[in-house]
């Protein structure tokens, strides 16, 4: 992990050289975060005591919810509360649309109003967002990762989350199993709603339902909080990401790579304006993981739009054996790949998915 200024922990964002506050070590919860810094418990000594001062929050910008850069306008975002870029910065950026490329540039503007709490409240809250019931969405995603991981076949030190979206709730059994975990985004108002999870900042998204259900499933012992707690000590930057690049990190270098595991959560259709875009960003995806490791693809099947707010998001409809094939032309070896049906009372109206899949797929040596 970059360091900055010399203080241990702290994370770099790129292309901005911002300075994040160090991401809080394993304990017993006993680090918050409040609006004046950044604090630690210490009965010995009394009070809370100020550790550091957190930079002031980001500025809400532009960009996609699963990892593909927008065309980005200098005015802003329409109505105010985006932020402009000057041309060196759109120029440096992760990766603008290609002008040859019509289709990635109309799915990038139509992403410009994407909204995480609208997101947020359409997907994870009840009804979808309901954990009470075993055969709901939630749980059916929840125990495809928990036991996925209980094999402790997909382990090592790095991780990277592809299109983290404003979610976490992907990596809560991954954590035990990587030390060094990236989450990427290229959506600046998703990558803030990570933030604000990260330091426990208020406003943050309450996730404590996802993470005591992934604490009962996997059966340990352990408390929400300890679960939290580790997430958050893992993560150790939150970087922009462009699928749609030959190099969806960018030349930069700031995250370890290749990364023994990738995680990735309703990305790559939700940003693909066909089949062969949804090829091509798997491909992308793929250089950033060693042979023999190990990628965790959700995803929605047969959808073709889901709303977020304001916006309405095109989705290209995949089928299993659409997924099953993409993978194996990326040179993958399929180890499980599993289906859930939308019942109907969780057809809502803010999409038209009819199911969700879960795919383990392992990188063959020598791709």
């Known amino acids: 992990m970059r360091q900055s200024g010399g203080q241990p922990g702290a994370m770099v964002e790129q292309g901005r050289g911002r300075m994040l506050p160090p991401i809080p070590p394993p304990c017993v919860c006993c680090w918050d975060i409040k609006g004046d810094g950044w604090h630690r418990e210490d009965a010995a000594r009394g009070p809370r005591q100020l550790i550091a001062q957190p930079p002031p929050p980001h500025r809400r910008g532009q960009g996609w919810r699963a990892g593909v850069a927008p065309q980005i306008k200098a005015s802003g975002r329409k109505g105010g509360g985006g932020s402009s870029m000057s041309g060196t910065d759109r120029s440096q950026a992760a990766g603008a649309v290609p002008d040859s490329d019509p289709g990635l540039a109309a799915v990038s503007s139509a992403y410009q109003r994407f909204e995480p709490r609208a997101y947020l409240r359409n997907n994870y809250a009840p009804p979808r967002g309901d954990l009470s019931c075993p055969d709901g969405v939630g749980p059916w995603k ?131 304006p066909d089949l062969a875009s949804f090829q091509r960003a798997l491909d992308h995806i793929t250089t950033l993981l060693r042979p023999g490791g190990h990628l965790l693809l959700i995803g929605a099947l047969e959808e073709s739009w889901y709303l977020a707010g304001e916006a309405r998001l095109a989705v290209v409809p995949v089928r299993e054996e659409e997924v ?44």
């Open 142 to 272: 929840l125990r495809c990762l928990a036991q996925t991981f209980a094999t402790g076949e997909v382990s090592g030190r790095t991780l990277i989350d592809i299109g983290s979206g404003p979610t976490i709730y992907q990596l809560l059994s991954a954590c035990a199993h990587f030390e060094d975990i990236t989450m990427t985004d290229f959506l600046e108002v998703n990558r803030q709603e990570l933030r604000l999870w990260l330091r426990e900042e208020p406003g943050a998204f309450d996730w404590s339902v996802y993470s005591q259900h992934v604490c009962l499933i996997e059966g340990k012992g352990e408390s929400w909080q300890e679960k939290e707690c580790q997430l958050r000590a893992r993560v150790k930057r939150i970087l922009p990401i462009d699928v749609h690049r030959p190099q969806p990190l960018g030349a930069g270098g700031l995250a370890p790579l290749p990364a023994d595991a990738l995680v990735s959560a309703f990305c790559l259709e939700a940003v693909s």
């Open 324 to 367: 099953r094939e993409a993978l194996v032309r990326s040179g993958y070896e399929v180890r499980d790949l599993r289906t859930y049906t939308m019942p109907a009372h969780l057809q809502t109206g803010v999409d038209d998915v009819k199911g969700i899949f879960f795919t383990w797929a392992q990188k063959k040596v020598g791709v």
